[in-house]
């Protein structure tokens, strides 16, 4: 039987002041591809691959990161779940389902805030986007403090041995070949600070955990056990209080687990989609 791959386009959504770049990849329903502050659409080259024989795979690079556009004063995460929404529209994809990691999670939790009922489902990969994790209820808020000064603590060890901490040390040694393929995505995206764009995504990580409820969709998170970026404990105490949330952690991976354990990450959002019926 001769293999036939899936189709394939790509294209620019304009926005008013930035051009966003997307890749379609496959046929079915629609699953969009949010990437973190570390990546662009390309990031994603092991999701895509699996899942567009049976979905539609859009996979776009936010507003400023390579190769899309952003305006002079670097792109503003305030931003994103409107150029999320033009995409959406744009491509008449309709109801979704959204897979998101790190920075993706902002235009996740506000796409579905945004169009209530509209999400399928909602996969938060090591991140928990604009949901506050200092409105967590206890014991775990108590464990953020110490946790940041450690964590700061192991990203500037990472540095000094020239591993970056959005991957982290185990990708780094075991897999050494993917943490520079990696890096290569990452160093793509240049031209503004992304400690900026850090600063003010954490100015808009202000929603208590309890009103995601509003957003009417299937929310699943999937902590990183060794993420030294984003606390990992945050996503099981949010599900606590999230009507129908799931929490499936990812074992044995840094911050960047979908790239790190691909095939562990996608059986994952695979078995959460079948339980969801998306």
């Given at each position: 039987?001769?293999?036939?791959?899936?189709?394939?386009?790509?294209g620019w959504i304009e926005r008013p002041d930035a051009r966003i770049r997307y890749e379609m990849t496959g046929e079915g329903p629609a699953i969009v591809f949010a990437h973190g502050l570390g990546g662009n659409l390309m990031s994603w080259?092991?999701?895509?691959?699996?899942?567009?024989?049976?979905?539609t795979c859009v996979a776009f690079s936010h507003r400023g990161f390579f190769p899309s556009t952003a305006p002079e004063?670097?792109?503003?995460?305030?931003?994103?779940?409107a150029d999320l929404a033009a995409l959406v529209d744009e491509l008449g994809l309709g109801d979704i389902r959204i897979v998101c990691q790190s920075m993706g999670g902002w235009t996740g939790v506000e796409y579905a805030l945004l169009r209530p009922g509209r999400v399928k489902a909602l996969v938060l990969g090591a991140t928990t986007g604009s949901l506050d994790p200092r409105q967590m209820r206890e014991p775990e808020r108590s464990r953020l403090e110490p946790w940041k000064q450690e964590s700061a603590a192991a990203r500037a060890g990472l540095l000094a041995r020239n591993i970056n901490p959005a991957a982290g040390a185990r990708m780094a040694?075991?897999?050494?070949?993917?943490?520079?393929?990696y890096n290569h995505i990452y160093g793509l995206t240049q031209g503004f600070d992304r400690e900026a764009v850090r600063g003010r995504l954490d100015a808009?990580?202000?929603?208590?955990?309890e009103g995601f409820a509003a957003a009417q969709c299937s929310v699943l998170f999937v902590p990183s056990e060794e993420d030294i970026v984003l606390p990992p404990f945050a996503g099981a105490a949010m599900a606590s209080?999230?009507?129908g949330a799931k929490v499936v952690p990812l074992p044995r991976a840094g911050h960047s687990g979908h790239f790190e354990r691909a095939a562990e990450f996608n059986a994952i959002v695979d078995a959460f989609f079948a339980e969801v019926g998306a």
């Open positions: 039987m001769t293999f036939t791959a899936p189709p394939r386009r790509a080259w092991q999701q895509v691959a699996h899942f567009a024989t049976r979905y004063a670097g792109p503003d995460p305030a931003a994103y779940a040694e075991e897999q050494p070949a993917l943490h520079h393929l808009q990580r202000r929603r208590a955990p209080v999230i009507p």
